[in-house]
């Protein structure tokens, strides 16, 4: 067992110096901490530390998965704690534009989801954060890595203002949504369609998947996308074209004045025109 100012642990010793050092597993404690200073919160500050997923050897990263379990208690009552503290992440609607005609394409990935059995789970873009807590830096590198596409030239926007809890019954992740749209020649948004890519050293097994955004709403709504990030990211999506849509129609300038004599008064203001450069030339 071992004990620090806030808490006591129980596990096995390397697991709990990796959890200790572990970002997700810190900022769980900070705010079961918070949590704490309620007065119908009572708990005996003991957390198990039942296992770890450490992303490398144990001894020399302090990335992966937590699992820990502790005594809590809200008047009395327990209240379930065992929780999987992995860290927030990021998701990335990527918006192919064809530069012709402007239709949208949205590009997807598939790749082997085995916590829901699925050989080809379509998703979005998405990844895990890093140490630097750098929600755009790190949807940058996810696109990079799982598209190939180099998003230098193009601003990624926030589709919300804070990250959203995902499974938060037992999993501390929050997911931030953004989008990016990038113009292309058609041709080479339907040559993605299949391409692997991904990042072989992290066990990564990716495929594109080119969908017009007409068929991926579509998809949504038959079931056949099933991805929570997807979903998300696609109502956030065309909420922003709404609105934009909306603010661009409430700035056009309505004219009250008959059509025929509009175009009376530009063929009067024509003629004027003419006869006063008629008049300078003389």
């Known amino acids: 067992m071992t004990s620090t100012t806030h808490f006591t642990y129980e596990g096995d010793s390397s697991e709990i110096t990796f959890a200790n050092n572990n970002k997700a597993f810190n900022d769980w404690k900070t705010k079961i901490t918070a949590l704490l200073t309620i007065s119908e919160y009572t708990s005996n500050r003991v957390i198990k530390i039942k296992s770890v997923f450490p992303f490398g050897d144990i001894r020399y990263t302090p990335n992966g998965f937590v699992f820990a379990t502790m005594g809590l208690f809200k008047n009395g009552k327990a209240v379930p704690a065992c929780v999987f503290l992995r860290g927030d992440s990021v998701a990335v609607l990527v918006v192919l534009v064809d530069k012709m005609t402007k239709e949208k394409y949205i590009l997807n990935v598939t790749q082997p989801r085995i916590a829901v059995g699925e050989d080809n789970h379509e998703e979005c873009v998405a990844g895990m954060l890093d140490t630097s807590n750098n929600f755009i830096g790190v949807a940058a590198k996810e696109i990079l890595e799982e598209t190939g596409l180099n998003i230098t030239d193009y601003g990624l926007e926030e589709l919300c203002s804070k990250p959203i809890p995902m499974s938060q019954g037992a999993c501390d992740e929050k997911i931030k949504y953004y989008t990016v ?98 008049y300078l030339v003389k």
Do not use: W
Request: glycine share 6%; charged share 30%.
């Open 181 to 278: 749209e990038i113009p292309m020649n058609k041709k080479d948004i339907l040559a993605l369609e299949m391409k692997c890519t991904g990042n072989a050293e992290e066990g990564e097994c990716i495929k594109l998947k080119v969908r017009h955004f007409d068929n991926f709403k579509k998809a949504i709504k038959t079931g056949e996308i099933h991805d929570g990030k997807s979903i998300i990211a696609s109502y956030f999506y065309e909420k922003k074209i709404e609105d934009y849509e909306n603010y661009v129609s409430t700035k056009k300038v309505k004219c009250d004045v008959p059509y025929s004599q509009l175009i009376i008064g530009i063929v009067v203001v024509v003629a004027t025109i003419v006869g006063l450069m008629s």
